[in-house]
């Protein structure tokens, strides 16, 4: 079991621009949410996905957006990118209460 | 909405026990999680608590009071490669059959030999 996987690893971007990140949930979870991760912080939730759909939504602006395709693996876009939005952005799929976490994709935008 | 308060940083001795604490105010409750991260590294599951009361799991165990608002983690017989941070998480009621979950910043351990 590969668990949950993300990629890339790591991504650096510059203002204003879009970024596409990729989730692979652990088999057998059906559920997919997106985290972020400020240094020295714990994970905000972003948002979550179920069926191919937002399910629930934290109180992030307009501009993360996401998609989860029939296979349950997941993708974040980030439109217009700040400064503000460097940092680690985690997957975590579950099928019950627990959420597998995966390693992350570090994003940094100078 | 929720707040979730644990101290920022604790430190303790190999073999010694230590006990972190979490206090959080929430508009519901749907359970309570503790999760270990060490650095550049994804959370992993620790415990899970619903009920008040004690669970137990090897070294550690989870603590739960929901009149009070209130959890700890104990560890046990520390060890060096529990140096990591420690993170309170709550399962709102609001979140319904979603499963976010909601994060206080975060207690990071160090053990000392």
């Known amino acids: 079991d590969a668990g949950v996987t993300q990629s890339p690893t790591h991504l650096i971007k510059t203002r204003g621009q879009q970024v596409t990140l990729r989730c692979s949930p652990k088999?057998?979870?059906?559920?997919v949410s997106w985290y972020q991760q400020a240094l020295g912080q714990g994970p905000q939730f972003i948002f979550q996905?179920?069926?191919?759909?937002?399910?629930q939504r934290g109180n992030f602006p307009d501009r993360f957006s996401g998609h989860q395709f029939p296979n349950y693996s997941s993708e974040l876009n980030v439109n217009a990118l700040l400064l503000g939005d460097s940092a680690l952005y985690l997957c975590?799929?579950?099928?019950?209460?627990?959420?597998?976490f995966g390693p992350g994709t570090r994003l940094t935008v100078l | 909405g929720q707040n979730i308060d644990q101290p920022t940083e604790m430190t303790a001795t190999e073999g010694a026990i230590v006990q972190i604490n979490c206090t959080y105010q929430?508009?519901?409750?749907?359970?309570l999680f503790w999760y270990q991260q060490h650095a550049g590294e994804a959370p992993t599951f620790l415990s899970y608590?619903?009920?008040?009361g004690l669970e137990e799991k090897g070294r550690f165990s989870s603590f739960l009071s929901r009149s009070k608002g209130y959890s700890y983690l104990l560890l046990k017989e520390l060890q060096m490669k529990d140096s990591a941070s420690y993170l309170c998480?709550?399962?709102?009621?609001?979140?319904?059959?979603?499963?976010?979950?909601?994060f206080g910043s975060g207690t990071q351990l160090t053990v000392l030999p």
């Open positions: 608590n619903v009920l008040d």
């Open positions: 929430t508009s519901g409750f749907n359970g």
């Open positions: 975590a799929s579950s099928k019950s209460a627990e959420q597998f």
């Open positions: 996905y179920y069926e191919e759909e937002e399910r």
């Open positions: 998480a709550v399962r709102p009621l609001s979140s319904g059959s979603a499963r976010q979950l909601t």
């Open positions: 088999s057998g979870h059906d559920t």
